[in-house]
């Protein structure tokens, strides 16, 4: 019966922690404020807006989330490319985005480059506002 009782608080627990998130807005990050839903940027081709998904509900395509693939092709690949060249996440391209828009320099004064080195089907489907597309060698 104890077992039975704690099975049943786990489970309800579980499902009290999974809808109190449902309908909730969904922030670029935590850093930017609850509020901050989406970040504005104008560039060369236009305005545009980065913001999240908001369906609390959405997955990840299957296709994402396998996590055994076999090597060739699919190695671990090291974090940096090369020597003086930057390899950013979700933040920091967002923060690049937003200083290229505004026409502002890196510290030393150098401009900012955001390359987006996805291959042409994948660019087709949609590009980083203001980044130049130079595709990965698979």
């Not at 396998?66 to 930057?86: A, D, H, I, N, Y």
């Not at 949609?126 to 597309?133: D, Q, R």
Request: charged residues 20%; aromatic residues 6%; glycine residues 6%.
């Amino acid at each position: 019966m104890k077992i039975k009782s704690i099975l049943s608080f786990v489970l309800v627990s579980m499902f009290t922690l999974s809808t109190a998130y449902a309908d909730k807005p969904v922030a670029i990050s935590k850093a930017d404020g609850p509020n901050s839903l989406e970040i504005g940027i104008s560039v060369d081709v236009g305005s545009h807006k980065i913001m999240r998904n908001q369906n609390n509900k959405n997955t990840v395509n299957p296709a994402f989330a396998k996590t055994s693939r076999p090597c060739p092709p699919f190695c671990v690949q090291p974090m940096q490319l090369r020597p003086g060249v930057e390899t950013i996440g979700e933040q920091e391209i967002i923060h690049y985005a937003v200083m290229q828009s505004k026409g502002q320099r890196m510290p030393d004064g150098s401009e900012i480059m955001v390359i987006d080195s996805r291959t042409p089907d994948w660019t087709a489907k949609g590009m980083i506002p203001g980044a130049v597309n130079i595709p990965r060698l698979i």
